[in-house]
DNA sequence: CGCTCGTTTCGCCACGCAGCGAAACATCCG
DNA sequence: CGGATGTTTCGCTGCGTGGCGAAACGAGCG
């Protein structure tokens, strides 16, 4: 068939078509923390109505940007993939108005944050660094890989042996940090192992923004396994 | 002040409304590569008349992602630097329709190509994790940075010491590579040390693409340099 | 079964803006 | 100076599309 060619303008002038909508800027951006939302509450959060908030998820769902979940009378959209939520991460991050980022963004966000549904910011970026040094993490033609040692290194901390092993069957995906711009973990691996962080409350979800803050327990776990924050 | 929060939904409707429009993608596409040119040429290549052409240039330049020179009775476009270009290829590129990427692709441009001046692409990517590996590059807080020891290997595979030894002054900017998702070498660095690869004859431009077609010669010394390609 | 609530579809209006031609500038050249 | 060429400004038209309210649809629930 024909050959996929480069970008042509029509493509890139119909992804920018989606997101230039502010009502849609705004439902993307929050859904960016890998959320699914009902239709209502995007409408509410967009500012607009009902209707109008239907036809742009359409517009997003058509476009390849959303995918929807019917539960009973609500219909939940998230985000398509994680792919499309490293776009947006790609898009969004970096477009503070002009100065590269001006230190004033929040600190906590830059810390750690989530990308999707795996952890990322400073934290993400030193573990991905720090693994990948020691050996624990390794980067094969199939994405990110676990390697035993790392599970002994959970183990060790107190995490289940039985759970850490099924760590090894995921694969992880790179993904690109866009505060940091580098590697950190996504895919399976990534969302298991900051689930899996979540609930031994190393890390917490802020209320109201993507922030992780991790606890001091959580900090001397990170460090046992070699992250350190600067 | 007030903190630059998150990016809003405004600055992402705002950089998706000039992406929205077929003429603007295709002026933007075709500026990808680093050259700079003319209004005139700029409109035939989006297809449209020279006042429009105008009106989106306009458009383009107060959004901040073009520059212009004046000389003459021309005035010459280019992106307005190479964090816009790292931001285009972040869109384009893996805007391919649905399929991740069905090696339909040019493989040429899979290969080597320019991202914005430097090199980017499989061989760029390559490079960058065999000279990091070897300590040859450094991530420093200020940036990626040559070391002595790539000098010493540069001059031996036949390039001027003088020439070489200019490149440990420069400053290098991480670069995310879509097709591959790794980094590679952007910055002034990078520029310069595919600028000197070219006239080398390592590299040489494709005709009528971004592609970098590497010679014989230029993969033998990649190779001594520690370089492969699979 | 009939009411409620979440969502989508339909019909309508209004604004934004892409497109062009004509004209105004500006620069180079003879 | 005067004509040619490259670029921008101006005025205008037409289409696309975002917004809403009203109505239709469908699922839960008493």
Redesign the pocket.
């Given at each position: 068939m024909s050959r996929v060619e480069l970008p042509n303008r029509y493509q890139l002038a119909e992804f920018g078509?989606l997101l230039?909508?502010?009502?849609?800027a705004a439902m993307l951006l929050v859904l960016l923390d890998g959320s699914a939302r009902?239709?209502?509450?995007l409408?509410r959060v967009?500012?607009?109505?009902?209707?109008?908030?239907?036809?742009?998820?359409?517009?997003l769902l058509d476009g390849g940007l959303l995918a929807?979940q019917e539960?009973?009378?609500?219909?939940?959209?998230r985000l398509a993939d994680d792919e499309v939520a490293a776009w947006l991460e790609a898009m969004a991050l970096p477009r503070a108005p002009k100065a590269q980022r001006p230190a004033g963004s929040d600190p906590a966000l830059c810390r750690a944050r989530t990308c999707y549904r795996h952890l990322a910011g400073e934290l993400g970026v030193a573990m991905c660094a720090a693994w990948l040094e020691r050996g624990w993490l390794q980067s094969t033609g199939d994405g990110l890989r676990l390697r035993a040692p790392a599970v002994e290194a959970l183990v060790e901390v107190g995490w289940q042996a039985q759970a850490a092993e099924r760590l090894l069957r995921l694969r992880g995906r790179g993904c690109i940090d866009w505060t940091e711009r580098r590697l950190h973990v996504g895919g399976p691996l990534g969302v298991a192992l900051t689930d899996a962080m979540l609930d031994a409350g190393w890390l917490r979800r802020a209320s109201r923004s993507r922030a992780l803050l991790p606890s001091a327990d959580g900090l001397r776990r990170f460090a046992q396994l070699g992250v350190r924050l600067d």
């Open positions: 078509a230039a909508e502010p009502a849609r009902p239709a209502g509450e409408a967009a500012g607009v109505g009902a209707a109008t908030a239907s036809a742009h998820l359409k517009r929807v539960q009973g009378r609500h219909r939940y959209y």
